[in-house]
């Protein structure tokens, strides 16, 4: 069974930076990964996305503050996040899709305040 597992959210400062962390088992790590999120009545938005092979996209909302990455080795896949915003605030979940089906994390609350 295909499970996922952020880490890293937390509290942070308008300005300040963290690093989310998703970690997968339970099946093979050669499929495209990404982050969404979903703040409080809103809809889960795509955040960015990384292929197997490493191609990288960003939405526009996030482009060139945040950087998405992988580690095969480790199975996991990455987000630095920078220069945060309160509208940053968000549950942030890794998503992957194997043969078809899709697998989502349990999210990771994300605040942006002073």
């Known amino acids: 069974q295909v499970q996922l597992v952020e880490s890293g959210g937390g509290l942070v400062q308008p300005g300040g930076s963290l690093r989310l962390s998703c970690s997968a088992s339970?099946?093979?790590?050669?499929?495209?990964m990404d982050w969404y999120r979903q703040a409080p009545d809103n809809q889960r938005e795509w955040v960015a996305g990384?292929?197997?092979?490493?191609?990288?996209n960003y939405a526009d909302s996030v482009r060139g503050r945040f950087t998405i990455s992988r580690d095969n080795a480790k199975n996991t896949v990455s987000l630095e996040m920078n220069s945060l915003k309160p509208e940053d605030t968000a549950v942030y979940y890794c998503r992957a899709v194997y043969h078809g089906v899709i697998f989502w994390g349990q999210g990771t609350q994300v605040t942006v305040s002073s």
């Open positions: 990384i292929s197997s092979g490493g191609s990288r």
């Open positions: 339970g099946g093979s790590f050669n499929v495209a």
